[in-house]
């Protein structure tokens, strides 16, 4: 069942979006070569507290950390430890806050120091190509339309998009109907509705669209080793279009 949220939901929702997208902000002066990931993942859980709001990551499903932080090759739900960042690598935040029962989620591919001109192109195209898949959200529209806007935009520049993981409604829960995945047929697939609230979330590989997961039963990586980017925003369906809850 896809919820509509209540006026009232959506006020709550603004806000924990509003916190998603401030400590992407916030997190972001500190994202250098020799950080490790445990201390982005400790500031993002002090600053979300700080806020009002707690990490939804933590222990969902038995999650460890506080947030996903997954490096290069890595797609998501990488777990903080105390690997450094280094320079040329990319870096997915993938932060998610309750605040007063309401959830915001948003994934977000940064590059540490200077990358190479391959992973400046994904990181390029996969940003498009959420803004791709957002340009057809109003009330009425299919998810299918999200799905094959992102395809067609990632698949015409060279990219794979994973299709083992997919977008999802978001409310009271984190993960809640319908699942929005990144390919599909346009006029397929449910129906939005005003009011109802997605998380649009393309995943993008450098080389072919293959994934695997590893042996900490989380972290999901390319088959191929190659880099692996996202972005994601939380979004409100409205008559016209889409409001973004996740702003940054
Ligand atoms: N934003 C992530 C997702 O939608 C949240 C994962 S929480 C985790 O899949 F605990 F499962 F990692
Ligand atoms: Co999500």
């Given amino acids: 069942m896809i919820n509509i949220k209540t006026p009232r939901e959506i006020d709550l929702m603004r806000v924990a ?3 998603v997208g401030d400590t992407h902000k916030y997190l972001i002066p500190y994202l250098k070569p020799g950080i490790t990931t445990e201390k982005i993942d400790s500031l993002a859980r002090d600053y979300i507290i700080k806020r009002g709001a707690t990490p939804s990551c933590y222990h969902y499903n038995g ?3 506080n947030i996903c932080i997954s490096i290069n090759e890595e797609v998501v739900h ?7 960042l280094c320079d040329g690598d990319i870096v ?8 007063k029962g309401y959830h915001g989620d948003s994934a977000w591919t940064y590059a540490i120091g200077n990358i190479s001109e391959e992973k400046k192109y994904l990181l390029e195209h996969t ?7 957002l340009k057809q959200i109003k009330a009425g529209s299919h998810v299918g339309d999200i799905g094959e806007a992102v395809q067609k935009y990632v698949e015409s520049h060279g990219l794979g998009v994973v299709k083992e993981l997919v977008g999802h409604g978001v409310g009271n829960n984190l993960h809640e109907d319908p699942d929005v995945p ?11 509705k005003e009011g109802m609230v997605i998380a649009v979330e393309p995943m993008v590989n450098l080389g072919t669209a293959d994934v ?37």
């Avoid at 990488?78 to 450094?84: A, D, E, M």
């Avoid at 940003?127 to 898949?133: A, M």
């Fill in 17 to 19: 979006g509003e916190i």
């Fill in 63 to 65: 999650y460890p950390g």
């Fill in 78 to 84: 990488g777990i903080r430890s105390k690997r450094k």
């Fill in 92 to 99: 997915t935040l993938d932060i998610c806050a309750c605040y």
């Fill in 127 to 133: 940003e498009k190509s959420l803004y791709e898949g």
């Fill in 182 to 192: 990144n390919y599909g047929k346009k006029n397929t697939g449910p129906i939005l």
């Fill in 212 to 248: 695997c997961l590893l042996d900490d039963d989380w972290t999901v990586v390319t088959l191929d080793n190659k880099p692996s980017a996202h972005f994601e925003h939380t979004v409100l369906i409205t008559k016209d279009g889409y409001e973004i809850l996740t702003k940054r």
